[in-house]
């Protein structure tokens, strides 16, 4: 009998801790401010640990801003918008899916915006172990 609750704490403990991993974490970028002119936007990226499976969110005034995600770091230093790898509608609200590990570059590309410091970069970790294999959780 021992053994059998035994057995049945681990299962529940293992469970228990894999299940934190699952979790997608939702940013909403810029927080209160939003994805607008006035906030330092690296800062804001920096100390946060990106998993993928997390979300960034863009909130912003209809029309007013945009989201790019940029190739590479030089094109994010030198606001080189002309071939973004994505480029989302001025709808007020975009949301990026981190699909994947690696380096991710972000800006607006609505005339000023990303030399007025409407960009930043994060890194992307890539999901525990236990779940590479997990295509089908979101």
């Known amino acids: 009998m021992a053994n059998k609750n035994l057995c049945i704490f681990i299962?529940?403990?293992?469970?228990?801790?894999?299940a934190t991993w699952v979790r997608a974490v939702e940013y909403?970028?810029?927080?209160?401010?939003?994805?607008?002119?006035?906030?330092?936007f690296q800062a804001w990226a920096d100390g946060k640990q990106y998993v993928q499976g997390d979300r960034l969110v863009f909130n912003y005034e209809y029309g007013k801003h945009?989201?790019?995600?940029?190739?590479?770091?030089?094109?994010?230093?030198?606001?080189?918008?002309?071939?973004?790898?994505?480029?989302?509608a001025h709808c007020g609200r975009n949301v990026v899916n981190?699909?994947?590990?690696?380096?991710?570059f972000v800006s607006s590309a609505v005339g000023e915006d990303c030399?007025?410091?409407?960009?930043?970069?994060?890194d992307v970790k890539p999901c525990p172990a236990v779940l590479q294999g997990a295509h089908y959780i979101t």
């Open 98 to 104: 981190l699909r994947t590990p690696g380096r991710v």
């Open 28 to 40: 909403t970028v810029g927080e209160c401010k939003g994805w607008n002119e006035g906030v330092d």
């Open 66 to 88: 945009n989201v790019v995600l940029l190739p590479d770091q030089a094109s994010l230093d030198n606001c080189n918008l002309e071939k973004p790898l994505i480029s989302l």
């Open 11 to 18: 299962l529940i403990a293992t469970i228990v801790t894999q």
């Open 115 to 122: 030399k007025k410091g409407l960009k930043f970069w994060v």
